[in-house]
């Protein structure tokens, strides 16, 4: 038997769930969130919106297919993963397999986190923590290693975690003629690939960048971690770009940027939705769909300016889920249309603003 | 929004029991006729499967015991009119009938709708070929198959895709007619056979060794679809979905495969255009991201109902609201009860599926696993470790097996050839294979199962073998005894790994020993929930688990002592199915309806009581000693009840008794008197009452001595096994020293069990409910077979028809004294010999039996709950009515399933053989005993029927249906005696020539193979099994070509003077409640 390190997560309330490390052997603290997906530690450990998060797997088997190669296309995107690193400030899991098989792994995902600097806690009854997390919200939290010094509490979200994530410069991925400005607040790189594959040149700028200097055909705001009321500058850009009424998309963060550029607030939600199973409606039809969703504030549809509507609801807590303008080609989606990791069945909201351009 | 215009509506259900097609449709049905039922809905059911829970009270509204045939079908449509037809909650049978009654323009004329899927649709999905095209025109791949109507076609095809490859019967059941060939030789036998089954076979090329995967998938009429859950083999391509272990969710796909694979379900499904549930199964290479769909059914499954149970989704429930035009954001969760039914289950455990065999019960049967299924049932365990999960999976199978490790030592002469040719025993030889040294890429490479599961199994070997460095129990440290039961140990396990022999001494003892110690450490399991959302919102489940792998529990207990618990039957096996399941739930609604709290315990998915709607608290778990008492642990019962489960929670009594477990009803010291043969006998000698002579016997010698006394045939059996595994009749001395050589040891410790068996003699049962030991209700009932039939294979009448009145009288007042005698409170069941009015008593149950539901049915009397009452001490009144004075009959006959069972000898004997049966109901034997033959599949024949009967007391017994059928113009084939002996009593016949004569006659095979016969009569000569044989060789033909066989003289002639005096069109389309 490998010998390991004992280690613990430390909730804010008091909770104390003792297991063993499997990652690196340092000591975070952060934020602790759960997600109930069943597959996607790579795209969701890579996922920028998780900066400064402790990531909780509901599911307790994890590890079982290891990780795939990291390394880039000749575009500079991650061939399997979101992004360039790993984003999470720690993950903890029921119980991680040190033995795994596929045909695409090049190596654990231990070594993949203890290679990134990233701990992990195994042996954890995640459904207890889970439990405490639904009742009492996501909370401040702490992974300690045995032997490692302990970190003092962090609040991500007084941060401006976008900042962090963001790309620092603009990035050119030439495709066809007409030209999408991506603001980037911590973007997937999955969402890059699916505007890319239907033939559009993508911008990717940072989240402060005031592209409106920029010839574009269509805006496109990313997904991105943190306090959505932190990026102030990004939607006063997006304010101004909306005046000239060329197609505008967002998801996720972009979601809740496009609201507050549309008048509407937001607010953070008790724990989230975090997982691959979250049912959606697009608002006055029938039509439903899964999706993959990550987000820790919402929207408040109800002050939404008279010109916008909602354009899709939660099936489960009735939050919003997209929004859309009346007469504009403007909307945006709460959920991740580009999944990775999660169900592709929205998919068609790629199609539906590169039809606009 | 539902349609508002359907008043009526008609469900098929799926028949007996049958190897492919088990309990899961009961449960499926039920759940249907319950959504239904909340729209106020009236509804019909066809369905002869008497023990089930749909065909109970309250469920339909009317209910038909008949076969699910077009015939049949068409005339319960004209009489009862229903506006609409559900066709996919009774498995393949109700499929098939439902596609052959819109194809006749049946459904058209009367005006009946199919609900749910379109018929188009599920043709598309059963015929190949329009399958390849439907999924063609949308680019998704398909096993590259050709159809073809003959075996020439079939070699042309084979040579094209190149060897190997599999052939499969077009619209059969799981897999029915279907094989591997790796030649041409191999083709040419299979091709035949599969020709039988279907006019049109299939063959692909084989992908063996690709991985194999299912999704369940659920589509609204508006087009919304959802995946409910995917679940991935454990074994690799080539062995039957059903023969597989099967873990959900799958373990070793990543993000891409999974969501690949689920994006194409959904296509497909919106491209056929399902309306409801359907099952899409996916061969996908374990090197690439290449897949092919193997099959899409457009019905509930077996796997459906696994995915059901895995998750806590009802497919069946939310399939039947989608029939009726919902859409599924109308419906609710109904775990969470507040979410939307549109979402797919998050889960936080894992499953795993694991098939039960019985194999060993028949004579010369092939053991080789592959492309058609032959288990009888299943488990499915939940953990929140694979290692768990399969280690208690492993135990509900119920063979004896402990788990992965510590079990009995496996006699396996070439490890390699048994890893690379998978029998029933597959997962014990990769134990051994690892004990052995085999490495996991070995393994792998012969078994072509996935590394990840052989690491983990391998962990499970490397904690056995640390506790197996310990000496002893105290050298246990906590660490070492947390990880052995977080990887799903039993106690029993760690005290064996730790003790080695010395456990034999006290196995009971040491298990005990090791409970004390992990609870002084402070190691006990966790209750968790099964949720459908891991933990997300909120649930008001009472859908439960045990783990180690958790810290706390989700549930508070009241510690109110209202709590009943009612153990299940677990795994559906031959001997022990459906019929407990209805015993148990009935049970539990009494239990109910009573104020009390019912608790279930029992890990069958393809059960009704499994459905967590059945009571208030459902324990997915073992029925082990070990996890029964954790359980009763945490519920602090009123009280527990093990009798209407069937022998696996009766076995539990006497070590419950000892554990201060309050166990209800008839007590655990007077269930020992029963159970124990010397007990049971000395009791009876002291009542006076007869037994056929009997012995336990330790030496050769004193068998051969014991027979000298009571002469044959006599039945042998080791001591201790109930249900008669490894029971043999022996007639003569070749046969006794060649039964004892073969078959059974013979020794101090191993003692053998010789019985007198009586020829000739009529069997009886009585099944009846006393309380304190007087009778409360009683149902006497007779089997149309003499003794020596098993009475689980018999054909059973009730009341009786040919019972002197002086017998009845007879078994009444000996059943009555033996009630008395062990004191019994609930329900029991007596097997009697009749013979000239003398009685013997051959077995005795404190517990209810397999006949419960039937004759609870008949006579209208619920059996298990008047014995619920009794043993929760509720007044019971002696009911007024009494099975004498029913105006018709009711039978029970047994559904075989040897058609699945390869080389299998279809005879009966002592041992049982049947996986399920069907009871109907008729105005006299004739009527009722047509409709049961006919729903367990038999048919009326046609033109020509081959005879071929044993002893000349069996051919004198022919001679008058023999007359009967001449006179009925059929043309009558006879193997040698028995021609001479119907020309001898001038009965016209062909003679034919057994496949070991020869001569100018017409081979009997061959005239089978060419259908020139469309029923066989061939009586064994004697109650011997013998292999390889004519005899053999004619039932197996006929079995092989799908042409109904009869191998019991008396059941017979019943038969045919049934069918000789009335037409199938003179039997009564009557509903159960029109037998009055």
Not at chain 2, 350 to 365: A, N
Not at chain 2, 413 to 422: F, G, K, T, V
Not at chain 2, 606 to 622: A, I, P, Q
Not at chain 2, 1005 to 1011: K, S
């Amino acid at each position: 038997m490998q010998t390991t390190r004992k280690a613990k997560i430390v909730l804010e309330d008091g909770t104390v769930l003792e297991g063993e490390s499997f990652g690196s052997e340092r000591s975070v603290a952060g934020e602790v969130v759960f997600n109930t997906a069943m597959t996607g530690y790579p795209e969701s450990l890579t996922d920028p919106s998780y900066a400064g998060q402790v990531l909780v797997s509901t599911y307790p088997l994890v590890g079982n297919y290891g990780v795939p190669q990291r390394g880039t296309d000749g575009r500079g995107l991650s061939l399997n993963y979101e992004s360039e690193k790993i984003h999470v400030e720690a993950l903890v899991v029921a119980d991680y397999s040190r033995d795994y098989s596929h045909w695409k792994a090049d190596r654990s995902l231990a070594d993949w986190l203890e290679d990134e600097g990233v701990p992990a806690v195994t042996g954890i009854d995640t459904r207890a923590l889970t439990k405490v997390l639904r009742e009492h919200g996501s909370m401040k939290g702490k992974v300690i290693i045995e032997g490692c010094d302990e970190p003092a509490w962090v609040d991500p979200n007084a941060d401006n975690l976008v900042a962090r994530v963001s790309c620092r410069e603009v990035i050119e991925y030439a495709g066809g003629s007409k030209v999408v400005v991506l603001v980037d607040c911590g973007v997937k790189h999955n969402i890059i690939r699916c505007l890319l594959r239907r033939g559009v040149t993508v911008v990717r700028v940072p989240w402060d960048y005031d592209f409106n200097t920029l010839r574009w055909d269509g805006l496109f705001i990313s997904n991105g971690p943190g306090d959505p009321s932190l990026c102030g500058v990004a939607v006063e850009n997006i304010r101004r770009a909306l005046d000239a009424g060329k197609p505008v998309c967002g998801i996720c963060m972009g979601n809740q940027l496009l609201s507050q550029a549309a008048g509407a607030t937001t607010y953070k939600l008790k724990y989230g939705h975090r997982g691959h199973n979250q049912p959606v409606r697009r608002v006055g039809t029938d039509r439903c769909y899964i999706t993959s969703q990550n987000h820790g504030f919402a929207v408040d549809d109800t002050r939404l300016g008279n010109d916008w509507a909602p354009l899709f609801t939660n099936m489960n807590d009735g939050t919003n889920e997209g929004i859309r303008h009346k007469v504009k080609p403007f909307f945006s989606a709460q959920f991740h249309p580009e999944a990775a990791s999660g169900p592709t069945d929205t998919d068609f909201i790629f199609d539906e603003f590169t039809s606009l351009l | 929004m539902q349609d508002n215009k359907l008043r009526k509506v008609l469900l098929l259900g799926s028949g007996a029991l049958k190897i492919g097609e088990a309990g899961e449709f009961d449960y499926s049905g039920s759940q249907a006729l319950k959504a239904l039922k909340e729209e106020g809905i009236e509804t019909v059911l066809i369905n002869p499967n008497i023990a089930t829970v749909q065909t109970s009270e309250g469920v339909a509204d009317k209910i038909y015991f008949l076969p699910v045939t077009p015939y049949f079908v068409e005339r319960v449509i004209d009489k009862e009119r229903p506006d609409g037809i559900l066709l996919s909650f009774g498995g393949q049978t109700a499929l098939n009938c439902g596609v052959a009654l819109y194809k006749a323009g049946v459904l058209e004329r009367y005006g009946t709708r199919v609900l749910g899927t379109p018929v188009q649709a599920i043709m598309d999905t059963e015929d190949r070929e329009l399958f390849v095209e439907r999924l063609d025109e949308i680019g998704v791949k398909t096993i590259k198959s050709e159809a073809v109507e003959t075996i020439d076609a079939a070699v042309e095809a084979a040579e094209r895709l190149g060897y190997p490859v599999i052939i499969r019967a077009a619209y059969a059941l799981g897999g029915l007619g279907s094989g591997f060939c790796d030649d041409r030789e191999e083709l040419l036998t299979k091709a035949e056979k599969a020709f039988s089954f279907s006019p049109q076979i299939l063959v692909e090329k084989s992908l063996k060794g690709w991985k194999e995967i299912e999704y369940e998938v659920v589509r609204d009429r508006y087009d919304n679809c959802i995946t409910v859950c995917n679940m991935e083999n454990f074994d690799p391509l080539g062995i039957h979905t059903g023969e597989s272990i099967v873990v959900a969710p799958s373990q070793t796909l990543s993000n891409t495969d999974y969501h690949k694979l689920r994006e194409l379900s959904i296509k497909i499904i919106r491209h056929i255009g399902i309306v409801g549930e359907c099952n899409v199964q996916y061969a996908y290479d374990p090197a690439s991201e290449d897949y092919r769909v193997i099959e899409v059914n457009a019905r509930l499954s077996r796997s459906s109902a696994l995915a059901s149970k895995a998750t806590g989704y009802p497919l069946a429930f939310i399939a039947a609201k989608l029939g009726l035009g919902y859409g599924l954001y109308e419906l609710r969760n109904s775990v969470t009860r507040d979410t939307s039914a549109f979402f797919e289950p998050a889960l936080d455990y894992i499953v795993c599926k694991i098939p039960r065999w019985d194999l060993g019960k028949f004579q010369g049967v092939d053991r080789v696993l592959g492309s058609s299924m032959k288990s009888v049932g299943e488990v499915m365990s939940i953990g929140r470790t694979f290692e768990e999960a399969i280690q208690k999976g492993l135990r509900m199978i119920g063979q004896g097996m402990h788990g992965f490790v510590e079990n009995k030592e496996l006699v396996i002469a070439d490890i390699d050839r048994a890893l690379r040719e998978p029998t029933d025993k597959r997962i014990f030889v990769i134990s051994k294979a690892m004990r052995r040294g085999y490495t996991i890429d070995q393994i792998h490479e012969l078994t072509k199962i996935d590394k990840w599961f052989l690491y983990k199994l391998r962990g499970i070997i490397d904690t056995a073998e640390e506790l197996e460095r310990l000496d002893s129990l105290d050298d246990l440290d906590a660490d070492l005894l947390r990880r052995a039961k977080r990887q799903g140990f039993s106690d029993f396990q760690v005290a064996r790994a730790v003790l080695k022999e010395r456990m034999n001494a006290d196995t009971e003892g040491y298990g005990l020993a090791v409970r004390a110690i992990r609870k002084a450490a402070g190691i006990v399991p966790v209750v968790k929930q099964i949720d459908t959302l891991a933990a997300e919102y909120p649930a008001r489940t009472n859908y439960l688990y045990l783990t180690y792998n958790g810290t706390e529990h989700d549930i508070d207990y009241e510690g109110d002592h209202r709590s009943v618990i009612v153990l299940g039957s677990g795994a559906y096996r031959i001997g022990s199915s459906v019929e407990f399941d209805w015993c148990s739930v009935n049970a539990l609604g009494t239990v109910r309806q009573a104020g009390w709290r019912s608790v279930m315990i029992n890990y069958n998915p393809e059960t009704v009581s499994t459905d967590y709607d059945m009571c208030d608290r459902l324990y997915f778990d073992e029925l082990t000693f070990e996890r029964v008492m954790d359980i009763v642990e945490l519920e602090t019962p009123h009280g527990v009840v093990l009798s209407t489960g069937g022998q696996i929670p009766q076995n539990l009594a006497t070590r419950l008794d000892e554990q201060h477990v309050p166990v209800l009803g008839t007590q655990p010291e007077w269930v020992d008197n029963a159970e124990d043969r010397h007990k049971f006998s000395a009791l009876m000698d002291s009542l006076g009452v007869d037994q056929p002579r009997w012995r336990e016997l330790t030496s050769i010698d004193d068998i051969h001595d014991f027979v000298a006394e009571v002469g044959y045939p006599v039945l042998v059996r080791p001591s201790y096994v109930l249900s008669g595994a490894a029971m043999n009749v022996c007639s003569n001395d070749a046969e006794l020293v060649d039964f004892l050589r073969l078959a059974a040891e013979v020794s101090q410790k191993h003692p053998v069990v010789v019985t007198e068996f009586v020829q000739n003699a009529q069997e009886v049962e009585m099944d009846a409910v006393a309380r304190d030991g007087e009778i409360v209700v009683y149902a006497i009932s007779e089997h149309i077979e003499f003794a020596g039939v098993h009475s689980g294979d018999a054909t059973i009448q009730f009341p009786p028809q040919k019972l002197y009145v002086e017998t009845v009288r007879r078994i009444k007042k000996t059943a009555g004294q033996i009630a008395r005698a062990l004191h019994i409170s609930g329900p029991f069941n007596i097997q009697f010999l009749a013979k000239d009015n003398d009685i013997k008593v051959i077995e005795c149950n404190l517990r209810a039996s397999r006949s419960f539901p039937f004759v609870s049915k008949v006579l209208k009397l619920n059996f298990i709950e008047i014995a619920t009452k009794v043993m929760l001490g509720l007044p019971v009144e002696r009911p007024a009515k009494n099975e004498f004075d029913l105006d018709y009959v009711g039978i029970k006959a047994s559904q075989f399933s040897f058609s699945r069972l390869q080389k299998a000898d279809p005879v009966l004997g002592v041992d049982m053989v049947s996986t399920g049966e069907v009871g109907c109901l008729g105005e006299d034997t004739y009527e009722a005993l047509l409709n049961s033959m006919l729903s367990v599949g038999q048919r009326i024949p046609e033109h020509s029927i081959l005879l071929s009967s044993g002893t000349a007391r069996q051919k004198a017994d022919m001679l008058e249906p023999a007359m009967m059928l001449h006179r009925k113009g059929y043309k009558l084939y006879a193997t040698a005696g028995t021609h001479k002996f119907l020309e001898d009593n001038g009965i016209p016949s062909t003679r034919v020539r057994k496949p070991s004569e020869e001569g100018e006659f017409p081979d009997a095979l061959q005239l089978i193979h060419e259908r020139q016969i469309d029923m066989v009569v061939n009586i064994p000569r004697t109650l011997e099994k013998r292999e390889l044989s004519d005899g053999y060789k004619i039932r197996r033909a006929a079995i092989d070509f799908n042409i109904p066989l009869i191998t019991n003289a008396r059941l017979a002639t019943t038969f045919i003077r049934a069918f000789c005096k009335m037409s199938q069109d003179d039997i009564s389309i009557k509903s159960w409640d029109e037998y009055k």
